[in-house]
């Protein structure tokens, strides 16, 4: 009885001895209250909770971690201040110790499917593989091989796990890519390079200097990494430093496959991430915001914030590091609190993940009854209207799809669900439309052959006839004849035998309003919208552009002998639009019925809209001044290059006196207090 007694003592005493986690657990019902999601506005809004805290490890013993990882059933910790690293069990508690006395300021840490643990030590410059029992199994070097750089430092800060037991990582400093070494420690080479942005006049320049100058005045280096992350399908995720990044998921060629979707968030700061198995992808940025992107690339929804020494549960002070479970709940570490918050999923939020899934697998009805009940309490949900929109489509039920899309101002999915609606509506109804187009030929024809014969559109001609002989509308009439023939036309206009001030004014008045019709009465693929849109503003623009552009070309056409007048300068570039005016209706109607895979023709016929305009303005302007075209090109120039002074010059006008107005406003508000 003594000997049970004892040993039941001795096995209670070796449990309390062995290293375990404090892990205090929370009410799931504490709210974060800053989570965020996207409305069909286009804006982020507060919205109900999608995580809340679900409790925290705050006994760990951390000293300023830097690195963060959760896979098989663990947490990976680098805990940089103590120079080593830890190993925590999630279900069991326990803590494995790694590195005592072999690191000195580990700074990234992962694991692999086999349970390896690589470490990423910034102050040895060296790389450590340790087996899932914690042995040292293999340390990694700075790479000997010329084409890493004789000169390249090896600092590696984060670490990815390789195939074969090697590694990819992100080295302090590098821009050149995420170095890959082997398992056997040889240099593979820089993987995913990023690319160097240059602007439409760095292009330029870039195209004119010679190498040397180039050296000294295009020093464009690309961005640098700040964590990379090896998702279960072998593909490299990575997030680059600084402000307006997003997260890109590479092919084994190291091609961005994230660049094509558009709606993926941008987001600032980002300094850790972790991809599901099903692919969602979360981003920890410096702010403490937590970003969740499903796997087709739309914003989920973001949580989380700054303490700013407020102490509340859900809020960091310094995020150092980010990891996911296999049962959904997301892990921050924050490296001056030396704790780590756990996250997980309210009901809500789980609905929205079962609909997303339920569409994923196939089940369509299911996931859109789901998708149903979230739009009851939220019809404001953009991500609801999305994957609702993706159900229509995917049921063939194309009209609803449009809906849906429409509500969310998703173009792309409108431009599909329209293409799939116009395709059904031409197969019905393309032998009704060729038929149509026949009889109204034929019609035509009988109607001519008649009017031949017996004279029965006499009254119409007599009207047509009536229409001529008034001044006026004989001018407007006129614009057809300038299309094709803009040089007499700007001889009749400057011997006073063609248009007037009025017909040019009523000219200028169709084009502002065509203007307007374009840019709101496109249809929804291709318009403004209208909460957006301003139409006095416009207004003064077309008008201020309008009148700055015929004094100045004026005034610089009298200086160089031009012999246009500003009566002539005004009607004639009036009756040069004339394609605008008589053909852009056309391409408005055509664009309400197009989508986006035919912008490139409307766009193109636009083009060529412009290109016969200025066509007949040079012409009519040769014509107007008596210049030879070398003249009138120059004239051209430099009437573009001071208009943009003017503009230049006025925009700083304004600047100042709006900062005069504000301060002699602030100047009154602060007399009034004090008085």
Known sequence: MRKGIKGLAAALLLTLLLPRTVFAAGAQTQSTSYTKTRTIDGEEAVSQDAYTVYGAYTDLGLNVPQDLYVGNGKLYIADTGNSRALVVDIESGGVKELGDGLMKEP???????????YVADTGNSQVYRFTAEGELEFTFERPTEPFYGKKTSFKPIKVAPGDDGGVYLVCEGSTAGVVQINGYGNFLGYFASNNVDMSFWEKVVDAVLTEEQKARFLKKTPASYENVFRGSDKLIYTVNKGAGVKPKKHSISGLDLLASYTEIPVLNNAIDLHVTGDGRIYVLSDNGRVTEITADGFFLCSFGGKASGSGRAGLFDVPAGLGVDEDGKVYVLDREQNSITVFDRTPAQNNIYRAIDLYREGFYDESQEILDDVLKYNDASYLAHIYSAKNYMQKGEY??????????????????????????????????????????FVIIRICKLLDRKTGIFAPLHRLKAAVVRNRFLADLGKMTYVMRHPIDGAYYIKRREMGNVVSATVIYACLLIILILYQTATGFLFAQPLEDYSVFNVFLAFVFLLVLFISVHYLISSINDGLGTP?????????????????????????????????????????????????????????????????????LLVTAFTMGVVILAMSMVYLMAKQVVSFVREVIMEVSLRV
């Open 107 to 117: 700074r990234g840490i992962a694991a692999d499917e086999d349970g390896r643990i």
């Open 567 to 635: 009566r002539g300068i005004y009607v004639t570039f009036a009756y040069d639009c004339a394609p605008l005016v008589l053909i852009m209706p056309f391409l408005i109607i055509v664009a309400n019925f197009a989508t986006i895979n035919d912008a490139f023709f409307i766009n193109f016929a636009i083009g060529c809209l412009f290109l016969w305009v200025i066509c007949n303005m040079v012409t009519g302007f040769i014509e107007l001044h008596d210049y030879r075209f070398r003249d009138l090109v120059k004239n």
């Open 399 to 440: 009209q609803m799809a449009l809906t849906h899309y429409r509500v969310a101002g998703n173009r792309e999915g409108y431009s599909e669900a329209y293409w799939e609606i116009r395709n059904q509506w031409l197969s019905r109804n393309l032998v009704y439309l060729i038929l149509g187009a026949a009889v109204l």
